[in-house]
């Protein structure tokens, strides 16, 4: 793997992923989980794409609750069914009927059987008896009446198909639709049923048509397709609906539509009188159900109306009437992409309304080719060109990409009313997209853990992202750089922790140095040390920054602020109050990562270390929060900045200005002109003006009173010894 590379890596990983996809396209090999997510996908389309509303061409005479509480349970006596195929066809001139149920038993209902078992037996010899059994015969035999009935009237009746090898197959069925030489050599895997349940023979014989009313169920148990042909002993019978269908038009012929034999059968042409309908069909000869939406799509009529004629004459007239149940206890309920417990004789009602209206939607034996062809281009555009592109460019193809391919499919789906499958090309195109951002990631997040194990506990998480967008260039190797360092400290802390009980010293400093930590992290710096109660901290590295004076100097100014947030709930737990000096200066600096083999620290050494370490301790001497020296004060012309002093510590010859940063409003800095003009008044040693000035300015602005009393007690040993002719203003500490 190391010799081919982070992006031949991809590249490989990529490719076994698209044949993966390939051999499922071309069938090969069929991947299950494809399979569900098709089924899912062709679902969602269906519902969105359902035109919805009740389509009164076709109307449903529903033996249901109604009508079986009013006529009695089924199945009724053929009697009563002659009497409502006479009423549906000569009453209300349906233009045809179609029966989703089988007449495959003998009615025995009128106790015929039983009486023509005494006229051979007991009563045989019983003149009267058998003359009246003749006279009765012909309105005894239901069976027969039906017949009767169905003669020359456009009725056709259903039947089922079984897959069951063993058990005998009962009833008549009609004569196939077409003979076995007509389909001879065609590539199509016809569905194939080796047993049935049809009807009587005489009810068939008096019949105009029959149909098998067996939708095909999925892998999931739902009815998406019909099969229009079903192969059996050599012949093919259609469907209930294709022969509702056809009796409607006239006795329409039947075409197979064969462009090429071993592509196999792609459509079915109904040729009539009335026109030409085309039923595009798929590898197994079945058509995809063209559902309207939700149940009772269609206009339903109890029977129970239709046999007490109470119905409206028009309701029927010119109508196609299928003839089935919505009753739960019938048991022809099915599970559908538009419902979970939708009547079987609506699915008949569906194909025969999309038929007419050319609805049906096509999924050709070709499709399986044309779907790993789409599969091919996908995999080869975004298998080459993911890995080298970023990952905002990578979302950008890859979006662009699954849009353009939702989009062809829905233009087929609506215009060309073709079946595209939608779910392989989008699983590749998310899982190549989630390969190479998986292989991104793990990528970033192992340099994103090597930079954190390094720099993790010194920055916060956001500098080791930005880090991470580039590792290599960053290093804990030691080097020179200009840098801000901030140290704060407590004062009077020795004095603090000897007043508390050691739970709640601990307590008080962990909040401390997680408060005063969280505003270093905000303002991007990086941690060096806790010592003891003092926190040291630094800006510029390991990431460069060119505004580190800034942040922290606004750092420690909002430090300051959060430590005042802190003295409410100190005092609520009877802790004492915290005072913290801050000091910062800026300046050349060593960084890196110094120590012994036992322990090492990413840390930064040099004067300009020293020295702000030294002016966190001044800030005692003159009463305020924070010093930063000349260099800081310089990177930041825009804020205002209080001059303390000019002094000169210990281990440098060279003076030093000390400032002040100011919070902006602060009424300090209204009085600033009249500072700095002491300031002259001081350094030029004009003891008298200085004096009379700051004792106006101690008694007009509160924020100069403790810097006031320090000039003033100067003032007064100068005027008792003064400094001499070369003095240069600056005042020296020998502590450190």
């Given at each position: 793997m190391k010799g081919i590379g982070a992006r031949g890596v991809r590249h490989l990983l990529g490719g076994l992923l698209v044949l993966a996809f390939l051999g499922?396209?071309?069938?090969?090999?069929?991947?299950?989980?494809?399979?569900?997510?098709?089924?899912?996908?062709?679902?969602?389309?269906?519902?969105?794409?359902?035109?919805?509303g009740v389509d009164g061409r076709v109307v449903i005479v529903d033996l249901d609750e109604q009508?079986?509480?009013?006529?009695?349970?089924?199945?009724?006596?053929?009697?009563?069914?002659?009497?409502?195929?006479?009423?549906?066809?000569?009453?209300?001139?349906?233009?045809?009927?179609g029966f989703d149920v089988v007449f495959a038993e003998p009615d025995e209902s009128s106790g015929i059987r039983t009486l023509e078992a005494l006229a051979r037996g007991s009563l045989r010899g019983n003149g009267d008896y058998q003359e009246t059994l003749r006279r009765l015969r012909p309105a005894l035999d239901?069976?027969?009446q039906l017949a009767q009935t169905l003669q020359g009237r456009p009725v056709v009746l259903g039947y089922y198909f079984s897959a069951r090898q063993a058990g005998p197959s009962v009833g008549q069925l009609p004569e196939p639709v077409l003979a076995g030489e007509r389909l001879a050599g065609v590539g199509s895997a016809f569905v194939s049923w080796p047993s049935y349940g049809a009807n009587l023979e005489t009810l068939q014989a008096a019949a105009a048509g029959a149909g098998h009313f067996n939708p095909l169920v999925?892998?999931?148990?739902i009815s998406r397709r019909v099969p229009l042909l079903v192969e059996h002993g050599g012949g093919y019978y259609e469907a209930l609906a294709l022969a509702v269908l056809r009796t409607y038009l006239g006795g329409a012929a039947l075409v197979p539509g064969v462009p090429d034999p071993v592509v196999g059968l792609e459509w079915l042409d109904l040729v009539s009188d009335r026109g030409r309908y085309r039923v595009p069909v798929d590898e197994r000869g079945a058509a995809l159900i063209p559902y309207r939406g939700p149940e009772r799509s269609f206009p339903y009529v109890p029977a129970s109306e239709v046999l007490q004629g109470r119905l409206d004459r028009e309701a029927l007239r010119g109508r196609i009437v299928l003839v089935g149940t919505s009753a739960p206890g019938l048991m022809d309920l099915r599970a559908t992409p538009v419902g979970s417990a939708y009547p079987g004789v609506e699915i008949h009602a569906n194909l025969i309304a999309g038929i007419l209206d050319a609805r049906v939607q096509a999924r050709p034996p070709y499709i399986f080719t044309a779907e790993a062809l789409v599969l091919l281009l996908l995999g080869l555009l975004l298998g080459i060109f993911l890995p080298r592109l970023s990952p905002l460019g990578a979302s950008l193809l890859a979006g662009t990409v699954l849009v353009a391919t939702w989009g062809l499919d829905y233009s087929l789906w609506h215009q060309a009313r073709l079946v595209l499958p939608l779910a392989a090309g989008t699983s590749l195109v998310l899982l190549l997209y989630g390969l190479n951002m998986a292989w991104g990631y793990f990528v970033e997040a192992r340099t994103k853990r090597q930079l954190a194990a390094r720099f993790g506990q010194y920055v916060p998480p956001e500098l080791v992202d930005e880090m991470a967008r580039n590792p290599g260039a960053y290093s804990?190797?030691?080097?020179?750089?200009?840098?801000?360092?901030?140290?704060?400290?407590?004062?009077?802390?020795?004095?603090?922790?000897?007043?508390?009980?050691?739970?709640?010293?601990?307590?008080?400093?962990?909040?401390y140095l997680g408060v005063m930590t969280g505003v270093i992290r905000r303002h991007r710096g990086t941690l060096d040390k806790y010592i003891g109660d003092a926190i040291m901290a630094f800006w510029g590295a390991p990431l460069d920054d060119p505004d580190h004076a800034r942040r922290a100097v606004l750092a420690a100014l909002?430090?300051?602020?959060?430590?005042?947030?802190?003295?409410?709930?100190?005092?609520?737990?009877?802790?004492?109050?915290?005072?913290?000096?801050?000091?910062?200066?800026?300046?050349?600096?060593?960084?890196?990562?110094?120590?012994?083999?036992?322990?090492?620290?990413?840390t930064v050494m040099g004067d300009a270390v020293n020295l702000a370490s030294r002016l966190e301790g001044l800030t005692k001497v003159y009463g305020v929060g924070i010093i930063v020296g000349e260099?800081?004060?310089?990177?930041?012309?825009?804020?205002?900045?209080?001059?303390?002093?000019?002094v000169r510590v210990k281990g440098r010859q060279q003076g030093a200005g000390l400032y002040e940063p100011l919070a902006p409003g602060s009424p300090a800095v209204e009085s600033l002109g009249l500072w700095q003009e002491i300031l002259v008044h001081y350094r030029n040693q004009a003891w008298e003006p200085a004096a009379t000035r700051l004792a106006a300015l101690q008694e007009a602005c509160p924020a100069y009173a403790g810097l006031a009393t320090l000039y003033l007690e100067r003032i007064a040993r100068w005027r008792r010894a003064p400094p001499g002719a070369g003095w240069d203003g600056c005042t020296t500490y020998q502590r450190k």
């Open positions: 499922h396209g071309f069938q090969f090999w069929r991947i299950p989980l494809l399979e569900v997510l098709e089924a899912y996908f062709y679902d969602v389309r269906v519902r969105l794409s359902a035109p919805g009508s079986l509480a009013a006529e009695g349970r089924w199945p009724w006596s053929r009697d009563k069914v002659a009497l409502l195929v006479q009423r549906l066809v000569d009453d209300y001139q349906a233009a045809v009927v239901y069976d027969r999925d892998f999931d148990g804990m190797e030691g080097r020179n750089a200009e840098l801000t360092v901030l140290f704060a400290d407590l004062r009077d802390f020795t004095r603090i922790s000897e007043g508390m009980e050691p739970r709640a010293l601990t307590a008080l400093m962990n909040e909002e430090m300051q602020a959060a430590l005042e947030g802190l003295a409410a709930a100190f005092r609520a737990r009877g802790w004492p109050p915290l005072v913290m000096g801050i000091g910062i200066n800026t300046g050349l600096m060593t960084v890196g990562d110094m120590g012994s083999p036992v322990r090492k620290a990413y260099a800081t004060r310089a990177s930041l012309p825009e804020l205002p900045f209080r001059e303390l002093d000019r």
